[in-house]
């Protein structure tokens, strides 16, 4: 089905083949935009199968879950390359496992929140699960289309099809879906996920009702292995030729795997109550209403017990589930004058059941099987700008219900000059403990606990600035204050994990850095991230130094028909206790008798521009046979060999 699906988007969007594209400079210049145009300013390029002739780029527009928006972008920049990987998100902050589709070890951590309620657990397993955040909205001129192809590992492929329309000014649709199939170079870790998303946005022809909504379905499963047995971890290290094909190591185990699934439907709409001479003088008063509801599960199955996870309450299968039913409301309105500023009051409220299907009974203690009820909260956000200088501000409170949290978030920033901006901003939240540490059920015996009545509201107060300067530097830093911080870890001479909550409070700091030197053709992309754990080391593991180095050669050929970029990335991070994996929570947890890190990342690429196509092809930890065999991505969990991948993101305008 999910291939399938696949096929049908990629031949629905073959017929924007029929259109030439080229690039329009004056088009460029008046909209400001580094972009390719809809059209061509080559005399010699037929222009009779464009429909459009007034279809610039800037008209392709983006809008994101904040009303942000920005145009489609088919340059090819380095930035696009750190973007070119299974997430399209730039993964600088994490490390991936040897499949495409595993999880990420985390680097580092930004505990600013603006939630009141605790997530669902299995954490691991969210990187690529999409939440209403990550959802885009569209409004094009013509019909646009986006394929993504990248090889994955051994057998299997990586396809995101996407494809959008306005069949009017004020109505647009979007069909996409995200299809994964790897097998994997090691024994027993394919990787099989799927995401759909369906979008629309309609304006009235007055512009004062307004709605959005979104349907998303996926499926995230993953082979589990346990990773390597501790006696074949000197076996891999050595680099002996005999190991060098990975799939002669036994795991821990092959005969489990865990799958998370979930479907939302999302609606936001909103009414303008001002009629439109009131919005023309800055003065404009709505009211609006979010509705989410998601269903979604995570299933740990095993087709017997084993021993690496303790005692089973049954020797034959294992199988865990847990749900959650999430319903969610929002009634606000706004209100925006000039003078004033923007104001928005809300009122919300939560609707949960989280759990599992019976009661367990355990040393004569019984675990309950649902934590379930209602959240009533309030808020309120507020901005305005005044010339250079602009402020923000935003929060909400739980008043009623069965969690009590908040948040409070302020924002400033000011605007130096064209190239320099300046921001400082401060976050206060307290939230209860994700689902997962408050209640679990396994058919392991150890996997079992409540603690709904014993641990406390997490609570994070964090200061943060930023420079944004073209000429200068990117430069953030941020400092963390954490209470009652919760973690999974193994206790003492055991297999198995349990949740814990510090008694003490965390300190931590980050320091980032990021600056692009150009010299002619060439570039040098530096990114460096400092961060220490001040107090709260053994609970809190980081390392100190995290690092990339770009340095590539930028040119145009065949009079500037191809765009080429070509560089070595270098990626770094110092050693340190990385957390380990565990896959029947599928969940990370502190661990420190294992120090990770240390080992240089070489990956070598060359991408290329033609037309609406990029094409990248890229040889990854190239420098893997000569720097030593010692990377990995969590301990007993081997980090990428040396390999050669490609892929092509192709977009179509009609």
């Known amino acids: 089905m999910k291939n399938l699906l696949c096929i049908v988007l990629f031949f629905f969007s073959l017929k924007g083949l029929a259109q030439e594209i080229s690039v329009d400079k004056a088009a460029l210049k008046r909209n400001q935009v580094v972009n390719d145009t809809m059209r061509s300013s080559n005399k010699s390029t037929s222009n009779k199968n464009i429909k459009n002739q007034d279809a610039t780029i800037d008209l392709y527009k983006i809008i994101s879950f904040e009303n942000d928006t920005t145009i489609v972008d088919t340059t090819l920049t380095i930035k696009k390359e750190y973007k070119f990987n299974y997430l399209r998100k730039d993964n600088f902050e994490l490390l991936n496992f040897s499949n495409l589709g595993q999880t990420y070890n985390t680097l580092s951590s930004n505990f600013y929140s603006e939630r009141t309620m605790p997530l669902f657990g299995a954490r691991a397993r969210h990187f690529n699960y999409m939440e209403i955040e990550d959802i885009n909205y569209y409004h094009v001129p013509t019909p646009f289309t986006e394929l993504l192809y990248k090889s994955a590992f051994e057998q299997g492929q990586l396809l995101d099809a996407f494809f959008t329309v306005n069949t009017s000014e004020q109505l647009n649709f979007s069909i996409a879906y995200k299809g994964l199939r790897s097998l994997g170079k090691y024994q027993h870790i394919l990787t099989s996920t799927g995401n759909f998303r369906f979008t629309t946005n309609y304006t009235t022809k007055n512009r004062r009702y307004k709605v959005r909504a979104h349907i998303v379905m996926q499926d995230l499963m993953n082979q589990e292995n346990g990773g390597l047995q501790d006696e074949d971890l000197v076996n891999f290290e050595t680099g002996d030729e005999e190991f060098l094909d990975r799939s002669v190591f036994d795991p821990n185990f092959e005969n489990a795997e865990s799958i998370l699934e979930g479907k939302r439907f999302h609606l936001e709409h909103q009414y303008q109550i001002t009629k439109a001479q009131d919005s023309i003088a800055n003065n404009t008063l709505i009211i609006g209403n979010n509705i989410s509801f998601e269903d979604k599960y995570y299933q740990f199955t095993q087709t017997t017990q084993n021993d690496y996870f303790g005692d089973a309450f049954l020797s034959s299968s294992i199988n865990d589930k847990v749900t959650l039913e999430d319903f969610y409301n929002r009634f606000y309105a706004s209100y925006h004058n000039k003078d004033i500023g923007h104001l928005r009051l809300n009122l919300d ?24 009820g209602d959240v009533l909260s309030v808020g309120g956000a507020y901005n305005k700008s005044f010339n250079k200088f602009s402020i923000e501000g935003e929060l909400g409170v739980n008043v009623s219900g069965d969690f009590e949290g908040n948040f409070f978030k302020a924002k400033a920033s000011y605007k130096i000059n064209d190239n320099t901006k300046a921001l400082a901003t401060f976050n206060s939240s307290s939230r209860a403990p994700n689902y997962n540490f408050q209640l679990y059920q396994s058919d392991y015996l150890n996997y079992n606990w409540d603690n709904t009545s014993l641990f406390k509201n ?73 961060q220490e754990v001040l107090n709260g080391e053994n609970i809190l593991n980081v390392p100190k130094i995290i690092t990339r180095n770009t340095l590539y050669y930028s040119n145009h050929f065949f009079k500037k028909a191809l765009y080429l970029q070509t560089g070595v990335i270098f990626n770094y991070f110092s050693e340190y206790n990385m ?76």
């Open 349 to 372: 409220y939560n609707n949960f059941n989280y759990g599992y299907d019976t009661v367990v009974f355990l040393d004569d203690n019984s675990i309950t099987n649902r934590i379930k």
């Open 458 to 530: 997490i609570n994070t107060q964090q200061i943060a600035f930023q420079l944004q300067s073209k000429k200068i530097a990117n430069l953030s830093f941020d400092y963390t204050i954490i209470d009652n911080y919760t973690y999974f870890q193994k206790e003492t001479d055991t297999t198995f994990v349990k949740p814990y909550q510090a008694n003490s409070s965390i300190n931590y700091f980050r320091l980032k850095l990021n600056k692009e030197i150009k010299y002619g053709k060439f570039a040098l992309d530096n990114t460096i991230m400092y």
């Open 579 to 654: 957390n380990a994996y565990d896959p029947i929570l599928a969940e990370f947890y502190v661990q420190n008798n294992t120090k990770i890190g240390n080992f240089p990342r070489l990956d070598f690429f060359i991408n290329a521009k033609v037309r609406q196509t990029r094409i990248y092809l890229k040889a990854e930890h190239f420098n893997s046979a000569w720097t030593g065999y010692n990377y990995y991505s969590a301990p007993n969990y081997p980090y990428r060999d040396f390999t050669v991948r490609f892929g092509i993101v192709w977009n179509f305008f009609l």
